[in-house]
């Protein structure tokens, strides 16, 4: 793990919004191709958003219209817009790199190159 810092995490009910931020340590400044993965102990990682370096975005089926990815290359951040959160969304989300040139659609099945501790997301039914 490196220096990529997550922030944002939180406990919603269902339904409810969370907005979490990646502190990017010049990846995406860099222009490399970026994502958001959750895993739990004992659980397969599961990348849930990635954006390339043309700005090209990939989604997981299970969030598809409910999760937006974005970046401010200029602040360096990372961003994941959640919405209509579920109980199943439930987990701890970390930011992620990939491999500079990588396509958004190839880091949904890659392993990343960097990440950073994780966030936790809490959703109540």
């Known amino acids: 793990q490196g220096k990529l810092v997550e922030s944002g995490g939180g406990s919603v009910h269902s339904g409810g919004s969370l907005r979490l931020s990646c502190a990017a340590a010049g990846y995406t400044s860099r222009r490399y191709c970026m994502g958001w993965f959750r895993q739990s102990p004992g659980k397969a990682r599961e990348a849930v958003a990635t954006?390339?370096?043309?700005?090209?975005?990939g989604y997981a089926d299970s969030v598809k219209g409910r999760f937006t990815i974005s970046q401010d290359n200029a602040e360096d951040t990372l961003y994941l817009e959640m919405n209509t959160l579920k109980p199943e969304d439930t987990d701890m989300y970390y930011c992620?790199?990939?491999?500079?040139?990588?396509?958004?659609?190839?880091?949904?099945?890659?392993?990343?190159?960097?990440w950073g501790r994780g966030t936790q997301v809490t959703v109540s039914s």
């Open positions: 954006i390339d370096r043309d700005g090209t975005t």
């Open positions: 992620a790199a990939y491999s500079q040139f990588m396509t958004a659609v190839e880091a949904l099945t890659a392993s990343p190159i960097d």
